[in-house]
């Protein structure tokens, strides 16, 4: 069947956000009286969204005493003001995302990122325009790898799961990807927590730049 849509994870998969992360999530704790931590020790915690990010942060510091709701809005309005900061998108993506729309092959993102947020970073970034929608963790009642995230996008484009290709770059992809019976493309330059070689997928990327020829392939 010829593939109709690719979706794009965000963090992780389009671009490099664990330093601005870090730097909201330590502000976060410092409000909390609890030490900082490491850019590397964040990066394992990314991919499950703002509240699981933050519960996880609290753990490792044992910040026992710190409310997790309220942490959330302060990381939040910490990460908000400084979101684009540090970010960039990974070598190799805008071109990859030009050879695609040049391929008339239709895009979408799909992050646990909350959605404002997820829009400000792309915009800013010069990404947006390729897009033809944008789901944020925030979008919907459920969020990866709830696989109905994944399934509602397909709905909108008209597309069957054996038709579209999820790329990401994280174990919470990979667990999306196989729910909703869609082909999954690992990046192995993102937030992997384990080996990826632990990773089912059609195919693990070292770079991006091979993102176009593989998806020729796929086309036949």
Same mark, same amino acid.
């Given at each position: 069947?010829?593939?109709?849509?690719?979706?794009? &994870?965000?963090?992780?998969?389009?671009? &490099?956000?664990?330093?601005?992360?870090?730097?909201?999530?330590?502000?976060?704790?410092?409000?909390?009286?609890?030490?900082?931590?490491?850019?590397?020790?964040?990066? #394992?915690? +990314?991919?499950?969204?703002?509240?699981?990010?933050?519960?996880?942060?609290?753990?490792?510091? %044992?910040?026992?005493?710190?409310?997790?709701?309220?942490?959330?809005?302060? *990381?939040?309005? %910490?990460?908000?003001?400084?979101?684009?900061?540090?970010?960039?998108?990974?070598?190799?993506?805008? %071109?990859?995302?030009?050879?695609?729309?040049?391929?008339?092959?239709?895009?979408?993102?799909?992050?646990?990122?909350?959605?404002?947020?997820?829009?400000? +970073?792309?915009?800013?970034?010069?990404?947006?325009?390729?897009? !033809?929608?944008?789901?944020?963790?925030?979008?919907?009642?459920?969020?990866?790898?709830?696989?109905?995230?994944?399934?509602?996008?397909?709905?909108?484009?008209?597309?069957?799961?054996?038709?579209?290709?999820?790329?990401? &770059?994280?174990?919470?992809?990979?667990?999306?990807?196989?729910?909703?019976?869609?082909? *999954?493309?690992?990046?192995?330059?993102?937030?992997?927590?384990?080996?990826?070689?632990?990773? #089912?997928? +059609? !195919?693990?990327?070292? #770079? *991006?730049?091979?993102?176009?020829?593989? +998806?020729?392939?796929?086309?036949?």
């Amino acid at each position: 069947m010829p593939l109709s849509l690719v979706v794009f &994870d965000l963090d992780g998969t389009l671009i &490099d956000s664990a330093a601005d992360l870090a730097v909201a999530i330590n502000s976060m704790l410092a409000g909390f009286g609890c030490e900082p931590l490491p850019v590397p020790e964040v990066r #394992r915690m +990314i991919g499950d969204g703002v509240a699981t990010l933050v519960a996880r942060a609290l753990a490792a510091r %044992h910040c026992a005493h710190a409310d997790r709701a309220e942490a959330a809005q302060i *990381f939040t309005r %910490h990460y908000e003001a400084g979101a684009i900061a540090l970010t960039s998108a990974f070598p190799g993506v805008e %071109h990859a995302l030009r050879a695609l729309r040049a391929a008339a092959i239709p895009l979408a993102v799909c992050t646990n990122k909350p959605a404002r947020i997820t829009a400000a +970073i792309l915009e800013s970034l010069g990404l947006a325009e390729y897009f !033809a929608r944008v789901l944020g963790g925030d979008s919907l009642p459920f969020r990866k790898p709830d696989p109905r995230v994944l399934l509602s996008l397909l709905e909108a484009f008209d597309c069957r799961p054996e038709a579209a290709l999820l790329v990401g &770059d994280s174990e919470v992809d990979a667990a999306t990807a196989h729910a909703a019976g869609v082909p *999954f493309v690992l990046m192995k330059h993102g937030y992997l927590r384990g080996p990826a070689e632990e990773i #089912r997928c +059609i !195919a693990a990327l070292e #770079r *991006f730049e091979e993102l176009p020829a593989l +998806i020729d392939t796929l086309r036949g």
